[in-house]
């Protein structure tokens, strides 16, 4: 399920959206999308939560750390870290004792969380949006996207944002029937974030096998 996970979790933050049909949903994503776009750094607290077609359900929490100008990123969570200091990424199975070290893609068009908040610049067709109402975040905005590409796993994604034209949360529903959903918690920008937090360290991890893939 982490790895799993994992390929979701970036996948929800990739993308980039080639404006289509609903004007209004496009003048939104543009107004969030330009308001990214000015975020050096951005620190999120963030909630997943998987349910499969047979009603399983699984959910986790982490932390993401993004250095947008380096191309350098953070994710924590429970069971996996995945470090990248621009060059190599590192995915670190906490139950596995693992780390994995594969090159970086910097290249723009891969999935990857250098993506993060700004997945809608091409690649999906608008849907419908319309307001909804959540009991902590209060109105939000709801915009519907579908892959261009029919080979794409997934159906659907609902982007919700709120009322400061942040993203709220994430829905993606896969054609298996499937729908994980990330939400973001908390959200800090343009705070300065030590180099180091982009930095594999081996004593961090003892006793871990390394395994380079690169």
Do not use: C
């Amino acid at each position: 399920m982490m790895m799993r996970f994992m390929y979701v979790f970036v996948a929800l933050f990739s993308a980039t959206l080639a404006f289509g049909q609903n004007g209004s949903a496009k003048k939104i994503l543009d107004e969030v999308s330009q308001k990214y776009d000015g975020y050096k750094t951005i620190q999120s607290e963030f909630t997943f939560k998987a349910t499969q077609a047979n009603g399983e359900n699984y959910t986790d929490k982490g932390k993401l750390f993004l250095n947008k100008p380096s191309n350098q990123y953070k994710i924590s969570l429970a069971a996996q870290d995945l470090i990248s200091d621009g060059k190599s990424t590192w995915s670190v199975l906490k139950e596995d004792k693992e780390v994995q070290v594969s090159e970086a893609d910097n290249s723009g068009q891969a999935i990857g969380p250098n993506n993060i908040f700004t997945f809608y610049k091409s690649g999906y067709k608008f849907g419908s949006s319309s307001n909804q109402s959540d009991a902590a975040a209060g109105k939000l905005t709801a915009i519907d996207l579908t892959p261009e590409d029919a080979k794409s796993n997934y159906s659907k994604i609902q982007v919700r944002i709120n009322k400061n034209k942040h993203i709220h949360d994430v829905t993606i529903f896969d054609k298996s029937g499937a729908k994980y959903t990330y939400t973001i918690n908390g959200l800090y920008v343009n705070s300065p974030i030590a180099s180091s937090t982009f930095q594999f360290n081996k004593g961090n991890y003892p006793g871990f096998e390394v395994v380079d893939l690169r």
